[in-house]
């Protein structure tokens, strides 16, 4: 049973282009296509929702502030940064944090992002499913080994829900 569903931040749920060279805080983030219908109806169906994310100089508050101001920080009940942890992904401590802040088991989760060698790895060497967002050509997204594998690939943020739906049911 799947309980927790995270996000990347940067190309994830906000375009990475929207913050340019400014602070997180700073920047007026532009959000993907249907982030907020997917945020409220992953909420709506009890999914507890988190943010895993590399930050170069941001901390939680300041990525609250900037969720905030495009409303959406309502929906996420923990928001992990490389920053406060001292680790970036793919480093298996981040993820385990995140998981802790939630009460959730690894296999209990799903990790979707938009790189590979990133949110796919990490979220793959504990055992959390993955899904890899692939909305753009930003990232080289080649897979070079079993680990690297996504359990799914979407193009848009609105293929979510289905795609959860599939990993719930029974095999």
């Known amino acids: 049973m799947i309980r927790a569903v995270f996000f990347d931040l940067g190309d994830t749920l906000v375009a990475e282009e929207s913050v340019g060279k400014k602070h997180l805080w700073e920047a007026t983030l532009q959000k993907l296509p249907y982030l907020d219908e997917v945020l409220k109806e992953l909420k709506r169906r009890g999914y507890k929702l988190g943010i895993i994310t590399n930050t170069v100089i941001s901390r939680e508050e300041h990525v609250r502030m900037a969720l905030r101001r495009i409303d959406i920080e309502k ?25 802790k802040g939630v009460n959730v088991k690894p296999e209990e989760a799903v990790m979707v992002g938009n790189r590979i060698s990133a949110d796919i790895l990490g979220g793959n060497r504990i055992g959390m499913k993955t899904i890899l967002y692939k909305w753009n050509e930003r990232y ?20 979510l829900p289905k795609i959860l739906a599939e990993i719930e049911k029974p095999q």
């Open 140 to 159: 080289l997204n080649e897979i070079k080994s079993p680990e690297e594998q996504p359990t799914h690939i979407i193009n848009s943020l609105k293929e």
């Open 75 to 99: 929906y996420f009940d923990v928001i992990v940064t490389s920053v406060d942890v001292g680790f970036n992904k793919p480093d298996e401590r981040i993820f385990l944090t995140a998981l």
